[in-house]
């Protein structure tokens, strides 16, 4: 009887390292399926990914900003108190003197405006709980103007938005709309680099109509895929109005 106690005492013994080895192969394989995802989708000199809203980490990348930040995203909740973006972009400006930043607001008075407030999110299920939102936005921004008249321009676009863009430099961050609960800040993002991008900016804001298509016309596949972004983007500053 005391040999099979010892021997079950071995065994148990035995099980309990197994469980636990079960168990860190299960961490383990939980933690590889939480990493961020990338998937790299490059195109000739086009470098491009996609990737998950935890790998964007978009006030780091406004904290690395050089030249120019636009904004194109409806409206910005994280920045209507204090938080990492709104600090980011606080630092960036008293530390930076050569960055400029557009911010482009939906224009609450657009007669599309009540159904895109449900589709940015699941519970502005009223056009004044969206407008209260904007509202935030409004004021972060027109503080952070105040405070950088020149180099601080806020827009509000009568133009319905088609996808959420975020520009840093030669960085495009692409984001999808819908109809779902999760909002899309939570879900997948295309991220752009490209050279071509500051210059393709200059292109479509300063040249004449002709020039710009001129121009655009000689451009490779995957440089007119990056020229409709921008395209779209300065299509929504041109309808709208400066606060």
Known sequence: SVK?????????????????????????????ALKPTMVD????????????????????RIREAKEEIILHAAYYPKYGYDSDYSNAFRALMRNKHTVNVTVIITDISSQWAE???????YEYDTIERF???ISSSIAFFKKLKEEF?????IKTSSRLPLMPFVIIDNDILVGHYCHAEIPAPNGLWFHINSEKVTEI????????TENRKAYIANLTDEEQAISR??????????????I
């Open 4 to 32: 099979k106690a010892q021997y079950e005492l071995v065994k148990s013994q035995q099980d309990l390292t197994k469980t636990q080895e079960e168990l860190v192969k299960s961490q383990q394989e939980l933690s590889e």
């Open 201 to 208: 900016i200059e292109k479509v804001r300063y040249e004449s």
């Open 149 to 153: 008249p020149n180099r601080v321009t």
């Open 41 to 60: 989708c490059s195109v000739g000199s086009l470098k491009a990914c996609v990737i998950h809203h935890r790998t964007l980490k978009t006030w780091d």
């Open 229 to 242: 972004y921008i395209e779209d983007v300065f299509d929504a500053i041109k309808h709208g109005k400066t």
């Open 115 to 121: 159904e895109f407030g449900k589709i940015l999110r």
């Open 131 to 133: 407008e209260e939102g």
